[in-house]
């Protein structure tokens, strides 16, 4: 990971409510508030410390209580200023935490599974949440461009979010992206630039570009702006905790891409344990990889702390991230909370895919394939326990990923008759 | 319209909440509820008739406001039971009344803009707030098979409803609609049926299977259960009045299909003045179509009011209904609010998807640029007041109708360095 060479822009005016530093996960140094990602003393990531101090928690949960329907709700607790709310922004989040009856008895969970479908987002996936984080930042730091490198989801919602906000937004992809997902994100009528070269070279390029006057003013959701923008997937925790009446679920999957979304939700669920919002009790956190891309599950089940970087191949393509930053905390969640990581392969994400759909009527992504194939993957193995409280992600739509079930067709065909009708045997 | 002939199955048992009767729209006629929709006397369109009576205003209102994050929250208000919220279903609704601040900028509209942004329901377009009515409907009636006959959105939205309430489904749709279409239904597992025909030859055969044996059970939501259904569509009048903080907007800009979802907001509005819910004050409703499909517009224009009927050839696919049932309903409604009935061409729908999209980050379906594209040209006419607070509907999800903005694409390509950045002028 490069070390961000411009300089700190942080100062005592910078208000994001009860963000109060930037500190390294590695070696614990603290640094202001600014648009930094890497410890100049490890190179460790940066993330936010928070000043919790002063919340009484049944006032807190009356504020929550009665705040939007909205990511907002949790304002007290995220890096963004109190009046959040107030300025125009896509206001994500607070999506369904559906009870999953049929599902469960498909899989055979007796003790209650529901589906988190974020699917419901304003641009259909979890993006919304962490890129409306990155959007307060870039106002407090006085950027005038929402930028980030990007495959799909993540280019729709910058470009959502920075039209709502009045921003300009740029873009980068991959030149020979599918022309679907080109239009998906050139919608919103920013710039999008193809980059000739792969992901890797839209990354290198990008992380050049910040340390260059003329990225001046840029802020790159996913790069200098990342420990704002991962604090989003914080609100699903929250969401999960809330939604079951402010109870922990006993066991959660979540996909893991740069495993960020996994270290975040685990995050979330200790500041509610120690803000007294949740009674405190154990619960067990599974990652979900597919199989074509699944260096984390591997490292898992190899007993290895270090993870081998892999070379995608899978329709999961949201999740195809080969060398994941935070794979190693990752694996260290799932050890210390009793969880685990599997993979499924792209045949079961597709199966999952249309269970969801058919006992549910969620049609997912196929990241949402990738967990509940893994949930039932898990349950098999005796590695997920059925009778306990279970919380599976959808981080996404399924009119996003088409081609993945588009096998999917007529049932029959018949002449406009009752005849034909009959004959087809659908009476 | 076909007399329904199968026996009303309406008897003192059918718990649909305040749904009192079916009363007919032309000649007054009463009969108990039951699956039927043409009045026995006069062939006229049945719709609900309510008892409203003993609601102490205030009190209902504490009621809603304390209610669900979706359409449930009026269900004092809706033909179905009193527990409807704990019965599996999508829960659609709630969706954000989107306050348009940089759209309005571009329109020069200062008395406020409001887009009522229905691509957040389940299925992302307003059928699922019809489809959820039909369903409690369905299962008051002791029905088994939630049916339609549908081009696109409706399949969807039956599909997934019938998949999470637990019923077996049967779509009627031409055999040869796009694949991404067919996916998009499909994909719920329920049977997906092709009608060797158009349209219209579907229509027709599923009214034949309603009097048929063979159809015994099945509940067909948009034509023996078009009364229940039909009145999903008052939730939005009622979620815009509330999300203005209990008030009448001026003016109301929305599409026309078959045209009933306008007549049902108008019923909407019109019950919340009798409940004492919002002041009394007058409101304009504007109808909005396509110059490839305008049988309403035209016939608004030329001050007939007989609606002729047209061959649709618009890319607006959801609103190409040629002979629109309500049309006669929707004229009427127009003149008297003060209103009016406009359309737009294909190429200014485009131009509105993306006006929409580039000024507020929502990415609407062909029919949310038919009513953007034609408030515009209100606004220019000088029909539509730009200083009244004016909702726009945006009713379905841009996701679904891709080709429409097919043509947009990079900005720019580049070749992953700062020179070559600079070079195509983006720094």
């Not at 407090?140 to 709502?164: E, H, M």
């Not at 020979?176 to 998906?184: H, S």
């Amino acid at each position: 990971m490069a070390v961000q060479t411009v300089a700190s822009s942080s100062d005592s005016t910078i208000d994001l409510g009860p963000a109060a530093a930037l500190s390294c996960r590695e070696c614990g140094h603290r640094v202001p508030l600014g648009p930094v990602f890497a410890c100049e003393e490890c190179f460790g990531p940066l993330e936010i410390a928070y000043d919790f101090s002063g919340h009484d928690t049944e006032e807190l949960r009356r504020r929550i209580e009665a705040g939007p329907a909205n990511i907002w709700r949790y304002a007290p607790l995220l890096p963004v200023p109190a009046d959040v709310a107030d300025k125009p922004n896509l206001n994500p989040g607070w999506t369904k935490l559906v009870q999953a009856d049929h599902l469960a008895r498909e899989l055979g969970v007796t003790g209650g599974l529901f589906v988190k479908d974020d699917s419901g987002n304003p641009t259909h996936s979890f993006k919304d949440r962490v890129v409306a984080q990155a959007l307060e930042a870039a106002r407090a730091f006085g950027f005038t461009t929402l930028s980030c490198s990007s495959t799909g989801n993540l280019a729709g919602a910058v470009g959502a979010a920075a039209a709502r906000a009045g921003l300009r937004s740029c873009v980068f992809i991959p030149h020979d992206l599918e022309q679907g997902k080109v239009v998906m994100a050139a919608v919103y009528g920013g710039e999008l630039v193809g980059i000739e070269g792969n992901y890797d070279d839209v990354n290198r390029f990008c992380s050049e570009l910040i340390g260059d006057p003329a990225g001046e003013g840029w802020g790159f959701v996913n790069v200098n702006l990342r420990p704002y923008y991962a604090e989003g997937s914080k609100t699903l925790a929250y969401e999960i905790c809330e939604q079951l009446g402010w109870r922990l679920p006993d066991q959660i999957v979540i996909p893991i891409a740069s495993g960020s979304q996994l270290t975040k939700i685990d995050k979330g669920l200790k500041e509610l344990i120690e803000l007294g919002l949740v009674e405190d009790k154990p619960y067990k956190i599974f990652g979900a990889q597919a199989e074509g891309c699944s260096p984390v599950s591997t490292a898992f089940k190899g007993g290895h702390d270090v993870v081998r970087p892999q070379k995608p191949n899978t329709i999961a393509k949201s999740l195809a991230i080969g060398n994941p930053a935070d794979g190693p905390y990752v694996l260290d969640i799932a050890r210390r909370t009793g969880g685990a990581v599997e993979d499924v392969t792209d045949e079961e994400i597709v199966d999952a895919i249309k269970l969801l759909a058919r006992t549910e009527g969620i049609f997912a992504e196929t990241a949402g394939g990738v967990t509940v194939g893994v949930t039932r993957k898990l349950i098999k193995n005796g590695l997920l326990d059925p009778t306990k409280t279970t919380v599976v992600l959808n981080t996404g739509d399924g009119l996003k990923t088409l081609d993945a079930v588009a096998g999917t067709g007529l049932s029959a065909t018949i002449r406009p008759t009752l005849d034909s009708f009959r004959e087809a045997g659908l009476a």
